[in-house]
């Protein structure tokens, strides 16, 4: 299928309009009316709501292309330029090949109102950048071109488009939700394809933070989604943060289905328990890319687990010393292989302190702050809760000091 030239403004619509009202099926008719009657009436906004209804209206691809050639291309100046990519986008999924997706998608790019200003010289006086919503369809029209590249596996280009996108958002001081949707959406499918685990999972929760995931995504959409941003979690090397993907409603779409366990895993890695890590271990056959990257995972586990015993110890304003030999019961590591893991947690910045290697001991001042649950929760309210008598404690000391000293200025 070839892109039509967009239609010259000056052919009327209307025919083509007239047409598809007398010949649509009964249950697009209405729609295919308002189109008409919004159109005659001038009423630009009124159009705009109902094309990008009529877009989104489930039945309606095979009509969309050519809506979009013979009549939307007509107006579209007089469509807000948001509005516009957003319906192109949905258009450009008609198009049998991904070639002609980005072709189509690349021509409408190119009537967009640059957003960038124009800087003066000796011959032009320059202009500023255009108000609102000029940047935000610029953006939102780039994304949707890096994805078309990247279905194309055009690695190179997808990384241009999305890097101008990226900086041409971060200019701006407010954006349209759907408008930063479209960017993370296509940021995360790029990580994705590069195995970037750690950039892919920030991107893919970012993603769902733009969208309605219950209204906006489908089931088996819902449940794909759940299960990359787990395997990310357990295979990203700088993600030791596990509670905020435990609290997304998304993961629920795991419960009840074959991935089920890829949810438990990533509990037990919450809570650094390695003995459910381990009952959990026979379940990675089914998943191959996990299978392959055991060490890591053990590795990551020992990890959580060394932190979950940092964060776990009492807080009764006694030393910080842990000994090697705790540690080692704790993560069920060898007393020599604990400091080379204590040396992995600070190179990752999870924990700060120093070691003593002939006392082996290790003094831990800081912990890397994390998203607690349930049981982690209770733990902290027993710290806070002893923390809060050993200061009552403190302060009756030092009362008892005060009136020691100010009775003996008196007997003086």
């Not at 124009?118 to 890096?146: C, F, H, K, Q, R």
């Not at 950039?199 to 995504?217: F, G, H, M, R, S």
């Amino acid at each position: 299928m070839e892109i039509d030239t967009p239609a010259s403004s000056s052919t009327s619509p209307i025919p083509y309009l007239e047409q598809q009202v007398s010949s649509a099926p009964e249950q697009f008719k209405p729609l295919w009316s308002k189109i008409k009657s919004t159109y005659e009436k001038k009423l630009w906004h009124n159009l705009t709501v109902v094309l990008t209804e009529f877009v989104f209206t489930p039945g309606t691809g095979p009509y969309q292309i050519e809506l979009f050639e013979k009549f939307i291309s007509t107006i579209e100046k007089k469509i807000n330029a948001l509005k516009l990519v957003e319906i192109a986008r949905r258009v450009g999924r008609e198009y049998s090949e991904p070639e002609l997706t980005l072709k189509f998608l690349e021509s409408l790019h190119s009537r967009l109102l640059s957003p960038y200003p124009v800087p003066a010289t000796e011959d032009n006086p320059g202009s500023p950048a255009p108000p609102p919503p000029a940047a935000s369809a610029y953006a939102l029209s780039l994304s949707s071109i890096a994805y078309a590249q990247l279905l194309l596996g055009d690695l190179t280009a997808t990384k241009k488009s999305l890097d101008e996108c990226e900086n041409l958002l971060n200019e701006q001081d407010t954006v349209e939700t759907s408008v930063n949707a479209g960017y993370y959406g296509v940021a995360g499918d790029y990580f994705k394809v590069k195995a970037d685990y750690g950039p892919y999972y920030k991107n893919a929760l970012l993603y769902l933070a733009c969208v309605d995931t219950q209204n906006e995504l489908s089931d088996e959409d819902r449940k794909s989604r759940a299960h990359d941003l787990c395997i990310a979690a357990l295979l990203g090397e700088t993600i030791y943060n596990f509670g905020e993907l435990l609290q997304h409603p998304i993961l629920q779409t795991l419960v009840g289905t074959e991935w089920e366990w890829i949810k438990d895993l990533i509990s037990a890695f919450n809570g650094g328990e390695i003995g459910k890590f381990e009952s959990l271990a026979n379940h990675l056959s089914n998943e191959p890319i996990l299978e392959s990257s055991l060490p890591f995972l053990r590795q990551k586990i020992c990890l959580m687990a060394l932190i979950q015993t940092i964060f776990a110890r009492p807080r009764d304003g006694a030393s910080r010393l842990m000994s090697f030999q705790t540690i080692g019961e704790a993560t069920r590591l060898p007393v020599n292989e604990v400091e080379h893991l204590l040396m992995k947690a600070l190179s990752l910045s999870l924990i700060k302190g120093s070691l003593d290697q002939v006392d082996g001991t290790a003094d831990i001042s800081w912990v890397q702050p994390r998203v607690l649950e349930g049981t982690q929760l209770d733990t902290l309210a027993e710290q806070l809760e002893a923390w809060c008598e050993s200061v009552g404690k403190t302060e009756h000391q030092v009362e008892e000091q005060r009136k020691a000293a100010k009775r003996a200025v008196l007997v003086e």
